[in-house]
């Protein structure tokens, strides 16, 4: 299965999607999915930067 994919950065592409946001009726996701997302991207950062196996810390957008 081929899905389209947007051309450009992601974080910049969320970024601009969450400054519109505001005028749109349908937003694309709901906020626990955004956080959901943006919660990933953070641990991703993380284990990067710490360059090793261990695992990370995710927050559990179901308590927020």
């Known amino acids: 299965i081929a899905l ?3 051309q450009g ?7 601009e999607h969450l400054a519109e946001w505001f005028d ?3 937003p694309l996701c ?3 999915d955004g956080l ?3 919660s990933v991207c953070e ?3 993380t ?3 710490a360059k090793d196996l261990h695992p990370v810390s995710v927050l559990d957008v179901s308590r927020v």
């Not at 950065?9 to 970024?15: G, M, N, S, T, V």
């Open 4 to 6: 389209p994919v947007a």
């Open 9 to 15: 950065i992601p974080f910049q592409q969320q970024a």
């Open 24 to 26: 749109l009726d349908d």
């Open 30 to 32: 709901s906020a626990e």
């Open 36 to 38: 959901a997302a943006v």
């Open 43 to 45: 641990a991703i950062v």
């Open 47 to 49: 284990a990067l930067k």
